[in-house]
Structure formats: structure tokens, C-alpha cells
């Protein structure tokens, strides 16, 4: 049983760049999140999924964006980076609303330069 | 106010001793609150959550909930230098999403 997987784990981008977080989890979880973490100020949510097809937006969500397409998968598209969106990216989930925790995936270390 | 505040230490406690740690909420609604720790480097991991006043244990490790104060703390017993890590208060806040809100994390040192 994997959890929660995210790739890559670690990556440069130059301004401007885009790239593409990837968050699978196998638990069939209906609740994913996307996360970012800055050093001395805990977790801040960009975006979250509460099923398939269905997205909406966190605290932080300027500059990113995502998708659901299935239970499974729930990337995280950075457009035109900048150095604020260097951070420690965590992707959760959850099986439902309520009193349960969340799983995270072991983080993407993104630098922008 | 902030939503969820911790101290952010560093709290250092000699191994054996308990470490106490603490967590006040702005949202008087909140349901539901979660301990999480997380090694440098890592992921957080839930180690414990708590949603009714009083205290709940598991093992060395015991929540306690005081709503009408909006505190909540985290208790370790016999602290072992593998308990050093950095320890995250969230809080189930009453939106139309259930909103969970992280507070900044205090860092535990065990000294051995």
C-alpha cells in the first residue's frame, strides 16, 4: 500500500518556467489537498478536491492551478514561476470531511531561480 | 488574532521528562483537533486528534481539549530523544468546507 506518492522530489525552475507537481494516492480517498510549506509558518492550503471533477481554491491559490480527473490523481500546475513559490509542497489526503486526519505524501522541494 | 498559534520554541526537555506543548484556536466552532509531527525534512504525520473536552492517551502520548478555554495541548511522557521533531496543532474550523488550519509547529529537542 503506497499512501500518498509524489513526484518529483526535489526541483529547480528558472522564472518564468512552468512545471507540473504529480499526487496519487491508492486509498481511494475522496478528499485531496495541496499544500505548501514555508520555513517557520506551518501549512498553508493552495487548493483542495473534495472528489472527482470537483476543485476549489485555499488560502494561497495565486499562481497555481489544478485538475481532478479521477479519484486518484491530483496535480498541481505551477505557470510562469516565481522565487515566492519556492517552498516545500505537500500533497494530502483524506477519506471524508470530519474528525479524520490526513495522509501526506513525502514532499516536492521546489527552488526558483 | 491568528487562527491556530503555537509556541514556536525551541522547547528542550532532558530525556525522560515530559514534554508539554501548546495550541490556542481562534474559531470557538471548531470541531476537531489534530497533533501532528514531523521529523526534519519529512512529511507531518497524524499522532493523534481529539474532538470532545477532557483528555484522550495513546501510549506516551495524551491530548487534552479545553473548549470553552480554545486550548489544546499535547502531552509526552518519558520523552525519548527519537520524540525530537517538530509538532503541528490543526484545527477543523466551522466552514463550509471543513477548513483545517495548521499552526506554525513548535520544535521539540530531546536531550539525552
Redesign the interface.
Known amino acids: 500500500n503506497a499512501g500518498v506518492t509524489q513526484t518529483p522530489k526535489f526541483r529547480i525552475l528558472k522564472i518564468g518556467q512552468s512545471m507540473t507537481l504529480q499526487c496519487t494516492q491508492d486509498m481511494n480517498h475522496n478528499y485531496m489537498y495541496w499544500?505548501r510549506q514555508d520555513p517557520?509558518?506551518?501549512?498553508?492550503?493552495i487548493y483542495?478536491s473534495?472528489g472527482a471533477g470537483i476543485t476549489?481554491k485555499g488560502e494561497v491559490p495565486n499562481g497555481y492551478n489544478v485538475s481532478r480527473s479521477t479519484t486518484e490523481d491530483f496535480p498541481l500546475r505551477l505557470e510562469l514561476a516565481a522565487p515566492s513559490q519556492t517552498s516545500v509542497y505537500?500533497c494530502a489526503s483524506s477519506i471524508t470531511?470530519?474528525?479524520?486526519?490526513?495522509?501526506?505524501?513525502?514532499?516536492t522541494r521546489l527552488t526558483v531561480v | 488574532q491568528k487562527e491556530?498559534e503555537q509556541n514556536?520554541g525551541p522547547l528542550s526537555v532532558p530525556e525522560g521528562a515530559i514534554a508539554s506543548l501548546n495550541c490556542t484556536y481562534s474559531d470557538r466552532g471548531s470541531?476537531?483537533f489534530?497533533w501532528?509531527r514531523q521529523y526534519s525534512g519529512?512529511?507531518?504525520?497524524?499522532i493523534m486528534?481529539i474532538?470532545s473536552n477532557g483528555d484522550k492517551e495513546d501510549g506516551r502520548f495524551t491530548a487534552q481539549l479545553n473548549k470553552a478555554s480554545q486550548y489544546v495541548s499535547l502531552l509526552i511522557r518519558d520523552s525519548q530523544p527519537s520524540d525530537s521533531a517538530t509538532y503541528?496543532c490543526a484545527v477543523?474550523m466551522r466552514t463550509s468546507?471543513?477548513?483545517?488550519i495548521?499552526?506554525?509547529?513548535t520544535s521539540l529537542s530531546v536531550i539525552p
Open positions: 499544500y517557520g509558518m506551518g501549512l498553508k492550503l483542495y473534495v476549489d505537500f470531511q470530519g474528525p479524520y486526519g490526513y495522509t501526506f505524501g513525502s514532499g | 491556530v514556536s470541531q476537531s489534530f501532528y519529512k512529511s507531518p504525520e497524524l486528534f474532538y503541528l477543523n468546507y471543513d477548513k483545517v495548521f499552526g506554525p509547529g
